[in-house]
């Protein structure tokens, strides 16, 4: 069993659609990162968060420690949205990646 | 520049070659990570600097691997007799500390294919 594990793995959904990204984690951590992976490999990170809920634009994150949860949600998404969604854990001094989530979003 | 660069961007290498990747962090940035991301699956944790001492180095998947970062700036990732299944995406990151939660920087990344 992965230490992170996304859900689903890949996603299609149409314009203008609310988008979740769920994230389970079995590990302590002391944040988690969302981080967003279009192709041709570059990564950037979205939100490293540790409690709570951020939100940035039409992107919120949200973390529930007891459940070692977290959830990414796109509202109105666009197909600039398009891209891998990964989710990854702050374990000690490294990164923990989940296998990452494909969305595709269509016009 | 700004960002995080990283050299080559391509590079292919007939087996048993030797590889060189080359990381430029963030200018002042204490913190440097180097990940393997295979195809289709997330990026795995290879090894981890501060400055130039390399605290973890436990994700190096065989003696083949090795990095350094010898002033503290520049990193190189060196491969010996390269594998097929070394065919992979290296990213580096760089984050400002390795003290609590920083937000890493990562680099377009080198892909890696062995032939």
């Known amino acids: 069993k992965n230490e992170v594990e996304q859900s689903p793995q890949n996603l299609t959904a149409q314009e203008g659609e609310f988008i979740t990204i769920n994230c389970s984690y079995s590990v302590g951590i002391s944040a988690l990162h969302w981080l967003q992976q279009h192709p041709g490999g570059g990564i950037v990170s979205l939100f490293m968060?540790?409690?709570g809920k951020k939100k940035h634009g039409r992107l919120i994150a949200t973390i529930n420690i007891q459940e070692k949860h977290s959830s990414l949600h796109i509202t109105a998404s666009h197909p600039r949205d398009s891209a891998v969604y990964i989710c990854?854990?702050?374990?000690?001094?490294?990164?923990?990646f989940g296998t990452g989530t494909r969305l595709q979003v269509f016009p | 520049g700004a960002g995080v660069s990283q050299s080559p961007r391509y590079k292919v290498a007939k087996r048993g070659q030797d590889v060189a990747l080359r990381c430029d962090p963030i200018s002042g940035h204490v913190s440097l990570f180097w990940y393997q991301q295979a195809l289709g699956q997330g990026p795995e944790f290879l090894t981890y600097?501060?400055?130039?001492?390399?605290?973890?180095k436990s994700g190096l998947p065989s003696d083949r691997f090795f990095a350094e970062r010898p002033e503290g700036s520049v990193s190189t990732l060196k491969i010996q007799r390269t594998q097929q299944e070394d065919s992979a995406v290296y990213l580096c990151?760089?984050?400002?500390?390795?003290?609590?939660?920083?937000?890493?920087?990562f680099g377009p990344g080198t892909r890696l294919t062995v032939t």
């Open positions: 968060l540790s409690s």
């Open positions: 600097f501060q400055n130039e001492a390399q605290l973890d």
């Open positions: 990854a854990v702050h374990n000690t001094d490294k990164l923990i």
């Open positions: 990151a760089s984050s400002f500390s390795g003290q609590g939660n920083y937000e890493q920087y």
